[in-house]
């Protein structure tokens, strides 16, 4: 009986260690970390405020310059919003000053 017992616990636990682990990524799969070249803006303006929310109400929490790539993770009206990766920031940018999104 103790062994019954004690097999049942290894295969238990052997399954929930395999049900435990990532699933396996390949090309076709997406990692967090990765972007897609169409979600990207390249700043066109000179320096950029990047800003809190959506408006120029909301308060500046960086800046960005000419040239400088963001990643588009979502819009609102005439309203970008971006992701820094080298800052690990997450902002707001005016679009007009931006090119290259191209969001769904």
């Not at 080298?86 to 290259?100: I, K, M, P």
Request: aromatic share 8%.
């Amino acid at each position: 009986m103790k062994k019954t017992v004690l097999l049942g616990v290894l295969v238990m636990a052997c399954g929930r260690a395999v049900v435990e682990q990532p699933p396996p990524t390949d090309a076709s799969t997406p990692s967090a970390v990765s972007y897609l070249p169409e979600n990207r803006a390249v700043v066109i303006g000179n320096v950029v405020n990047l800003r809190q929310g959506p408006g120029t109400v909301y308060a500046v929490v960086g800046q960005v310059s000419r040239g400088d790539t963001l990643v588009v993770m979502g819009e609102g009206e005439n309203w970008y919003r971006v992701y820094i990766p080298d800052r690990s920031l997450f902002a707001w940018v005016y679009s007009g000053l931006t090119e290259g999104a191209d969001l769904p």
